[in-house]
């Protein structure tokens, strides 16, 4: 009889600290529910950083962006005029890769929008655009985004970046 240790090691630590090497920023904007807020800060918190608050607070630059993730909720069909405006502000020499979420009461293509204004500035687009129902008058969306929703968005944030480390453009 031959006897076997096995012996289980946490390796989670490794790629946690992989993607806190990548420079990464979490910039949004939200109206009066919160919904878009409530995303942001949950990718975020994914790799332990803050969220900032387009045209709440002055966004800086000051080193190079490798993933840039932008979010917004939806506005007459189209993201929020703060949002277009930083947006059109963005230098591909200075970010990298950006990522679109957003939040919808009834109108899905938010994320694809955003993505559509970072291409405009020749922003390289990582991933497909994450979105998700928001708490919204005149619609069935309750309660969200629910947690359901923001662990999605961890896991989508950590899929743009996993796949950025793969490709090597962090």
Do not use: W
């Not at 796949?163 to 090597?168: D, I, N, Q």
């Amino acid at each position: 009889m031959v006897d076997f240790k096995i012996t289980v090691v946490d390796l989670s630590y490794i790629q946690e600290g992989e993607m806190e090497k990548m420079n990464v920023k979490v910039v949004y904007h939200s109206g009066r529910s919160g919904n878009t807020r409530k995303v942001a800060e949950a990718i975020a918190e994914s790799f332990h950083i803050r969220a900032e608050r387009i045209g709440k607070e002055k966004i800086d630059f000051t080193a190079p962006v490798d993933l840039l993730f932008v979010g917004d909720g939806i506005y007459f069909h189209k993201p929020h005029r703060k949002t277009r405006a930083f947006l059109q502000g963005m230098n591909p020499e200075i970010v990298k890769n950006a990522a679109a979420f957003g939040t919808y009461g009834n109108q899905l293509e938010i994320g694809a929008l955003i993505a559509a204004l970072l291409r405009e500035q020749q922003i390289s687009i990582a991933g497909e655009p994450f979105t998700c129902k928001g708490d919204s008058p005149g619609t069935d969306n309750k309660g969200h985004p629910d947690a359901m929703d923001l662990e999605n968005a961890r896991r989508f944030a950590q899929k743009v970046a996993a796949s950025l480390k793969e490709r090597g453009e962090e």
